[in-house]
C-alpha cells in the first residue's frame, strides 16, 4: 500500500482507543530517544490541555463550568456549560519542544492527579538514551505529596511564583 492520506489517518485515529493512542504516542517518543534526539540531560516542562468532544465519545468524561458572556448592553452575565472531552498531559522537552510524555484523562480529573504517572512515563521513555533531571510545572500540577516525591527520586523541580507571594520576595532577596 501507498502513503496514508493525513485525512484518511485523522478519520482512523478517532476511533482508537485512548489508552492505545497514549501507547503509539509514548512509543514514539522511546524511538526518538533511541535515535538521539534528546540531550543527555533532559529538562521536562509539564503543560495540559483540554481536548473537548462532544458527548457521544465514548469514554470521556465531562466538567460543568462557569462561563461569563457579555450581553448587548454590556451586562455580564455567568451561565452553566458541560463540557465533554478529555485532558491531555505532555511533558515537553525544553530544548527540542517534544514531548516526552504523554497521558490522558478524563476532562474533569485535575493535573495533580498525573504528576507522577507523567513523570514516570517521561523517565520510561528516554531510559537508557537521555536523563529526565528537572522539571518545570505550573501549579496546576504539583501538591505537597508531589514536591516531596519529586525529591525523592532525585529531580529538581521549579515552580513558578507569582509577583505577590511570598517565596518570590525571599527570592528576590537573596539574589
Known amino acids: 500500500p501507498g502513503?496514508?492520506?493525513p485525512d484518511t489517518l485523522a478519520k482512523?485515529?478517532?476511533k482508537w482507543n485512548v489508552r492505545d493512542l497514549e501507547?503509539?504516542?509514548n512509543g514514539s517518543i522511546r524511538t526518538l530517544a533511541q535515535a538521539g534526539v534528546f540531550g543527555a540531560k533532559v529538562t521536562g516542562i509539564a503543560d495540559g490541555t483540554d481536548l473537548e468532544t462532544t458527548e457521544h465519545y465514548r469514554g470521556c468524561g465531562q466538567v460543568t463550568r462557569?462561563?461569563?458572556i457579555e450581553a448587548k448592553q454590556g451586562r455580564v452575565h455567568e451561565i452553566e456549560v458541560t463540557v465533554y472531552g478529555w485532558k491531555v498531559l505532555?511533558?515537553?522537552?525544553a530544548a527540542t519542544k517534544i514531548p516526552l510524555a504523554v497521558k490522558v484523562g478524563q476532562i474533569q480529573e485535575?493535573?495533580?492527579h498525573w504528576t507522577r504517572a507523567l513523570v514516570s512515563q517521561a523517565r520510561a521513555n528516554v531510559a537508557g538514551y537521555a536523563r529526565l533531571h528537572k522539571v518545570v510545572f505550573?501549579?496546576?500540577?504539583?501538591d505537597g505529596t508531589d514536591l516531596w516525591w519529586l525529591d525523592q527520586q532525585g529531580l529538581t523541580f521549579v515552580v513558578p511564583a507569582k509577583t505577590n507571594m511570598a517565596v518570590t520576595a525571599d527570592a528576590r532577596a537573596q539574589a
Not at 505532555?90 to 522537552?93: H, T
Not at 505550573?138 to 504539583?142: A, I, N, P, S, Y
Open 23 to 25: 501507547a503509539v504516542c
Open 3 to 5: 502513503p496514508i492520506c
Open 110 to 112: 485535575h493535573e495533580t
Open 90 to 93: 505532555l511533558l515537553i522537552d
Open 138 to 142: 505550573d501549579r496546576g500540577f504539583l
Open 12 to 14: 482512523q485515529i478517532v
Open 66 to 68: 462557569k462561563v461569563r
